[in-house]
Structures are given as C-alpha cells and as structure tokens.
C-alpha cells in the first residue's frame, strides 16, 4: 500500500517538473519552535545528544513536517538554485498527537513547494499549480470532485477581516489561533481563551459571531456588538476582494482541467504559524480529516537567514489518504506486483527449476516457484493462478527428456511447447534486456 501511495505521488510530482529532495530525519528542536508554532512544538517527539567534552548537550526534534527543513536548506543555498524551485519530498514525519482515526504518530508526508515568483499574479500561480497538482494526484488515485474538495482563503484576506472586527493587531496571531479551532470550541473553552488573553469585550462578540458561523459576507453581520468597522461600509471593499479573488482561482482551475473542486471557506486559515497568504486543505464528503493542506509562507526563508523568497506549497498524509480511498471503494484489490513468470516445477529434484530462475530473474523478470513437494500439475497451476502471474513455465518429466518446457498464458491459457533452450535465447536478445518488456512476455506466451 505504501509503495502504491509513494509511487503515484512520485510520478505526478514528476509530471508536473517537480525535483525530489531529502532531509535529515532530526533536527535541532529550535527550528521548529517559533517557526511553526505553539501546536506543533508541543506534538514533537525530542531527544538531548550526549554531553560533549564541555558537559553541554544539543536537543533534537524527529521531524513533525518538512516544512523547516525545506526553509533551511533552499536558505543555505537560495542564489545557487535555478528559480522556481520546485521541490518534492516523501519524508517520514513523526508527532506525539493522540493516536485516532486519520491521525497517527508516524506518517509519510508527501510535500511539494514551489519557490520564487517575481509578481503577485506570478505568485498566485503558483499558489494555484502546487494546489492543482495535489488535485491532480487525486485524481489519479481515482477520486473526482464528486469526492473531495479544495476548500481556500486568504490570511491576507482574514487579516482585513480583523481589521475590520476591530482586532488589534498585536492579537492577530491570537486571531489566527482562535479561528483555525474555533468550530471545534465549547463556549466555555472560548471564554477561557479570552481571559488568557485578554480579549476586550467589543473583539469576544465579534469572534462570538464567527463562532456561531455568521456569514461577515452578509451586512447583517456588521450590525450591533462586534460589528467593528463593517457596519460603516467597509465590509464592500473586503467583500470585493473575495470575490475578485474567487473569480481567479476558479478561473484558473477551470484552464487547468479541475472545474468544481474549489470554493471559498472562511474558517481555513491553517494552523502553522508561518503562513502568510493564500491557505487550502482538500477533504472528502465523508467527513474525514484533511487529506492535504498548505499554502503561501513568505517569510520564512528569510527567517532562516536567506535571501527574502517567497514560497507556498502542500502536505498530504498517507494515512488520510488510505483511509479516503479504502471508504470510497477506489482502493486496488491488490497492490502486490504480480510475478511475470511462475515456475512450475514436476521434476524430481529443483535444480533445473534453479538455474531456470536464476535466469529469468537475470535477464530481469519477475519470477517465483512455490517450493511445494508435490508434483501434480494441477495443484501447482492453481497456484501460479493465485499468484496473478502473467506466464507459468511447466518443467514436466517427460517434456523435459524431450528439451522442452510447456509455456502457458495463465490469463489466456493457452499453452506451447517450446525448446528449453528457446525459452533462454529468447530472453536473452538484445533490448528485453534493458527494459523490463512485457510484449516480449506475450510475444513468448503466443509464440
Ligand atoms: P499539516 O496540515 O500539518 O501541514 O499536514 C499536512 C497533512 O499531513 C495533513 O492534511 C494530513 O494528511 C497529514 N498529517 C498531519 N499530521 C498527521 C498525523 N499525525 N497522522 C497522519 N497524517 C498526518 C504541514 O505539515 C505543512 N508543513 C505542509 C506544507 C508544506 N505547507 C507548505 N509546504
């Protein structure tokens, strides 16, 4: 299953001129704090090295994201690498979340980013490729926008929405916080946020609002407490900038073949701290956790001492993913490659099974034999059947006095008797043997 996930994800990313890079499964815990924020650092598993000679020790993280990694490494090397970077990466990622449905506390993350982007138009495409191509993946595990969607915003965007509730603006990041959980909530979790905090009683009723889902795209929203600074005709202008928005990013996926997945959401602003634009989490109809989330960080190369670079990009968890695909019936019944050939061995001894083996595998085939003592024909077929490979070669006593094996198409099964000698020539000529040819298989099994 792992290797069916990672190899789709392999190949789209490539599709879409994606380069795969790696990183270091630990680092120093420091880069993650600050730089993703309050929730992630406490989800880190963190180790202290031995004492050095001095008595001092480093504490380490085992990844939770790519996220810094990625940040570190394009920050050591910004002005050498061809722009856009565009980077891809399958890491194991590791957090001490409690472990349910769609969460675990080991998962393979597949990330992809997309680095530079000399103009906002620029920027925002880039934004929308590195969205497409996690849709794209999708859709080649088989999953439509009868499925799942891609539900967008802007902390741009929420950031004039804060403004205009009358946030001020040393709680915006607070803002953030509150906004990324807040359906999820009690009222009286809410209020002992906003004593922490303190949270003056004009901003509580305007979150209050957003609490009880409130649409701000509607004038009633603007009215009485916590209307801010909506209610003197300011919330057209932020209205208007959604839409404008809205017009591009459906426009662009419509050019890119992915009419229908996306849609304006309000409540996604994405939990990480570092986000500073567009944000996005694709999630089924079934209502199970995101499948992928990400968005635009531009500040954070920076951060790490590189040039000022903007950047946005995705992760998409294994886990989820299994799970959507298992639920909607897009799974493959079987992700085992299947053997090309399967030896059927009726001779006293394995021996010639043995070098017959040896043989296939060399000139690069895939080929198994079951090791079983008995020799009945029949029974071994039905195993070569149940293995799903693709040819069985039947090394029967009396044939093989002759020099001949019986070639059989397990799918087709049709058979033919061919000289044992012609089975290896034939696999030996030129061209089968640097790729891995399946019409030579049917040319053999027809022959
Ligand atoms: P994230 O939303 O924390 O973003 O994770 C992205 C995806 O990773 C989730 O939607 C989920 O599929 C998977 N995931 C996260 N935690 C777990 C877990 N404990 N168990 C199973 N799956 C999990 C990030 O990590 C960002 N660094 C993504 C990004 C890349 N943004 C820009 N570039």
Redesign the pocket.
């Known amino acids: 299953m792992r290797r069916y996930i990672e190899d789709i994800w392999r190949k789209v990313s490539i599709r879409h001129g994606f380069l795969e890079v790696d990183g270091p499964t630990f680092e120093y815990l420091d880069l993650y704090k600050v730089k993703?924020g309050d929730e992630?650092v406490s989800?880190l598993f963190h180790f202290d090295s031995r004492e050095d000679k001095s008595g001092r020790t480093d504490t380490f993280a085992l990844r939770?994201?790519?996220?810094p990694t990625?940040a570190r490494m394009v920050a050591a090397k910004a002005n050498s690498l061809p722009r856009p970077i565009k980077w891809f990466s399958i890491p194991r990622?590791y957090?001490a979340?409690r472990q349910q449905k769609?969460?675990?506390?080991?998962?393979i993350?597949w990330?992809?980013?997309m680095l530079g982007g000399e103009t906002p138009e620029v920027r925002r495409q880039f934004d929308l490729e590195t969205a497409a191509l996690a849709l794209d993946c999708l859709r080649e595990f088989g999953l439509t926008n009868a499925d799942i969607q891609l539900r967008w915003n802007d902390r741009t965007l929420v950031e004039h929405l804060f403004e205009l509730g009358g946030v001020a603006k040393e709680r915006y990041a607070f803002a953030f916080y509150l906004l990324d959980r807040i359906a999820k909530l009690s009222s009286e979790q809410r209020a002992k946020l906003y004593t922490e905090n303190a949270v003056p009683d004009c901003e509580r009723a305007f979150f209050e609002k957003l609490a009880a889902g409130q649409d701000p795209l509607q004038a009633a929203f603007w009215e009485g407490p916590g209307g801010g600074l909506g209610n003197t005709g300011g919330f057209e202008t932020y209205a208007s900038a959604i839409r404008d928005t809205q017009q591009t990013v459906e426009s662009t996926f419509a050019l890119m073949g992915l009419p229908g997945y996306a849609k304006y959401d309000a409540s996604i602003v994405?939990?990480?701290a570092y986000?500073t634009g567009f944000v996005w989490?694709?999630s089924d109809f079934r209502g199970n956790?995101?499948?992928?989330?990400?968005?635009r960080?531009d500040k954070l190369i920076a951060m790490f001492g590189g040039p000022s670079l903007p950047?946005?990009?995705?992760?998409?968890?294994?886990?989820?993913?299994a799970i959507v695909l298992a639920e909607s019936g897009k799974l493959p019944k079987s992700v085992a490659a299947a053997p090309d050939v399967y030896v059927v061995n009726a001779l006293a001894t394995s021996d010639e099974a043995t070098k017959l083996l040896a043989q296939l595998r060399t000139a690069g085939l895939a080929a198994v034999t079951s090791y079983k003592a008995t020799k009945n024909i029949g029974k071994l077929l039905q195993d070569a059947s149940a293995s799903g490979a693709k040819l069985a070669l039947i090394l029967a006593p009396a044939e093989f006095e002759k020099g001949v094996v019986k070639l059989k198409n397990l799918a087709t099964r049709d058979e033919k008797e061919i000289p044992i000698t012609e089975v290896l020539a034939g696999i030996a000529i030129g061209g089968y043997m640097d790729s891995y040819s399946r019409s030579f298989l049917q040319t053999a099994a027809t022959r």
Do not use: H
């Open positions: 993703s992630i989800q939770p994201e790519f996220t990625l990622c957090r979340e769609g969460r675990l506390k080991e998962f993350q990330n992809a980013d994405r939990g990480l986000y989490e694709i956790r995101a499948l992928a989330g990400g968005g960080y950047a946005t990009g995705f992760g998409m968890g294994d886990v989820v993913l």
